[in-house]
């Protein structure tokens, strides 16, 4: 079985701090990784994955990903978060032979001014 | 290129009434889902379709939900009687070829009074 963890229900920082969005994850094999946003009244929006090869991903809107198969991590990263930032984030996790993608709860994310 | 089409973006329903949602993904792809999501909760699949063919139903609350892929494009979602628990958002997404990143379009946020 796999499963994902979001161990915070909100983060809250200042604009143009560093942002971080924790996700754990388990799998029975190698691990697919996705992390989606989700803007109010909307549906979700693919920020990266990683599949294989670098542990460091880059994906949309400045967001990056490190990937640590030794603590079974796929934390996001913002160097400087912006107000815009401020959304639900979803970290999503599916075993490189299944098919299917299991979500976290979701981590709200606060972007003050 | 055009995403995930969803429609209507927005229902209120009576319980014991039907609702139906359509779903038109992204031009080629073969792999169509449909989530539940529950507010407060990550996204859960109830059904997954390659091409016209069912892959993975085993979440959907079968006596009162249906769905469809006639002719492996477009897909229409319904619920027939609908419940107070049903209020949800129903996410249509797609994927090519099955198991990549999954695209979901903008949402059908149900309420059941």
């Known amino acids: 079985a796999q499963s994902v963890a979001q161990p915070e229900d909100q983060v809250n920082v200042a604009e143009g701090n560093p942002l971080t969005v924790k996700c754990t994850y388990s799998?029975?094999?190698?691990?697919?990784l996705f992390w989606y946003v989700q803007y109010p009244n909307r549906g979700l929006q693919f920020l990266l994955k990683?599949?294989?090869?670098?542990?460091l991903v880059k994906g949309s809107y400045g967001f990056e990903a490190e990937f640590n198969k030794s603590q079974t991590s796929f934390h996001l990263k913002k160097p400087s978060a912006l107000v815009s930032d401020s959304a639900l984030y979803f970290c999503?996790?599916?075993?490189?032979?299944?098919?299917?993608?299991?979500f976290g709860a979701g981590t709200t994310v606060t972007v003050r001014a | 290129e055009a995403g995930v089409a969803q429609s209507p973006r927005y229902k209120i329903i009576e319980k014991r009434q039907s609702v139906a949602f359509w779903c038109n993904p992204i031009s080629g792809h073969a792999t169509l889902y449909w989530y539940q999501q529950i507010l407060g909760q990550g996204p859960k699949l109830l059904i997954q379709f390659q091409n016209n063919g069912v892959v993975d139903d085993s979440q959907l609350p079968k006596d009162r939900f249906s769905a469809e892929r006639l002719k492996g494009v477009d897909s229409t979602l319904k619920i027939q009687p609908a419940k107070l628990e049903d209020s949800a958002v129903y996410l249509c997404a797609s994927s090519y070829p099955a198991g990549n990143t999954i695209y979901f379009g903008e949402g059908s946020w149900l309420t059941v009074v």
């Open positions: 799998v029975s094999g190698n691990p697919y």
């Open positions: 990683y599949i294989t090869g670098d542990n």
């Open positions: 999503a996790v599916r075993d490189e032979g299944d098919y299917k993608l299991s």
